[in-house]
């Protein structure tokens, strides 16, 4: 009974849907289970109260299925978080071919950077690490792209060894701006309060150490 926004799916990097009825999801095919008599009905085990519970349920492919890195070919600037909101919950948002940036969140350069950026259908990408605090691939273009992420922006990502800067599109997602070339790139999570907070508590062993030295002398002296 649910609306599903297909576009924010791809962006979302959504490939099943689990439904516990059969019905249309547009852009998604409903499998057929070959171990039931070629039925669409799937059965899954669901736990309440630490009991299983067998129910049918089914299961839909999304048939757009996108890359975990992907290029997008044309960018639209906004100044209000309410109207990207609207443009990516819509039925025909489709990142690929148009994605939405707030301009409040770049500096001019990084603006007239984009605004001269023109999509290069040539562009490789090759995803070689996945994890949840850093993401390696390979890049190859001969113009500046802008590559998008199935991944929520968070300010704490970096680039290692590099001045590309990850920036927000789509209200939520990550962004690079990718300068023309072959490169290998390494997006890793540095928040600034994780780094402050290690040497901190670098400083506070030190302190128990000679607190304790200290303390070990003055009783055997």
Do not use: C
Not at 182 to 203: A, E, H, N, R
Request: glycine share 4%; hydrophobic share 45%; proline share 2%.
């Amino acid at each position: 009974g649910g609306v599903f926004h297909s576009g924010l799916l791809y962006q979302l990097n959504i490939k099943y849907i689990i439904h516990n009825k059969m019905g249309v999801i547009s852009d998604f095919n409903i499998l057929k289970n070959s171990l039931n008599n070629n039925s669409n009905e799937f059965q899954m085990s669901f736990f309440n109260n630490n009991n299983a519970v067998d129910r049918d349920v089914y299961i839909y492919k999304n048939k757009n299925f996108l890359d975990r890195i992907f290029v997008t070919k044309n960018i639209e600037f906004f100044d209000n978080e309410s109207v990207i909101l609207d443009k990516i919950i819509s039925q025909d948002f489709n990142p690929i071919e148009l994605s939405f940036i707030n301009k409040k969140d770049l500096r001019l350069d990084q603006i007239k950077a984009i605004k001269q950026i023109r999509y290069d259908n040539d562009t490789k990408i090759e995803l070689i690490d996945w994890s949840s605090d850093k993401i390696k691939f390979t890049y190859d273009s001969n113009s500046p792209q802008i590559i998008i992420l199935s991944e929520i922006f968070h300010p704490g990502w970096k680039v290692l060894n590099s001045e590309i800067e990850v920036i927000r599109i789509n209200g939520l997602f990550r962004a690079i701006i990718m300068p023309a070339g072959k490169k290998d790139i390494i997006m890793q999570y540095k928040p600034i309060d994780l780094i402050v907070g290690k040497w901190i508590s670098i400083f506070s062993y030190m302190v128990i150490i000679v607190l304790a030295f200290v303390s070990y002398r003055r009783k055997n002296v």
